[in-house]
Nanobody
Framework: QVQLVESGGGLVQAGGALRLSCAAS????????MGWFRQAPGKEREFVGA????????YYADSVKGRFTISRDNTKDTVFLQMNSLKPEDTAVYFC???????????????WGQGTQVTVSS
């Protein structure tokens, strides 16, 4: 089992920045990839980006490419989502997820955090 805890959400003005953290614990040796997803009210949960746990490659949804950056600190089993140039349409609950494959497919991720709210005001 892997436990994931997100933190760092909050309220920010458009154009601002936030950094989310996702701390993993438990059987972290089973993780090959960490993903970030988000879900706005009334919408499906969508892929934001992902990082390989071991080699570090990342990839992002087109909607956040160039604005969001995922990084990891393996000494602390923590993954970060740095969000810059935030827009009101980035408002959502953000979730981190752990899985065995670096993919944008939600169903491929086995473990999920509880989510953290990000609100971007215009």
């Amino acid at each position: 089992q892997v436990q994931l805890v997100e933190s760092g959400g909050g309220l920010v003005q458009a154009g601002g920045a936030l950094r989310l953290s996702c701390a993993a614990s438990g059987s972290t040796f089973t993780i090959n990839a960490m993903g970030w997803f988000r879900q706005a009210p009334g919408k499906e949960r969508e892929f934001v980006g992902a990082i390989s746990w071991t080699n570090g490659p990342t990839y992002y949804a087109d909607s956040v490419k160039g604005r969001f950056t995922i990084s990891r600190d393996n000494t602390k089993d923590t993954v970060f989502l740095q969000m810059n140039s935030l827009k009101p349409e980035d408002t959502a609950v953000y979730f981190c997820a752990a899985g065995s494959v670096l993919t944008s497919t939600r169903a491929a991720y086995t473990y999920w955090g509880q989510g953290t709210q990000v609100t971007v005001s215009s």
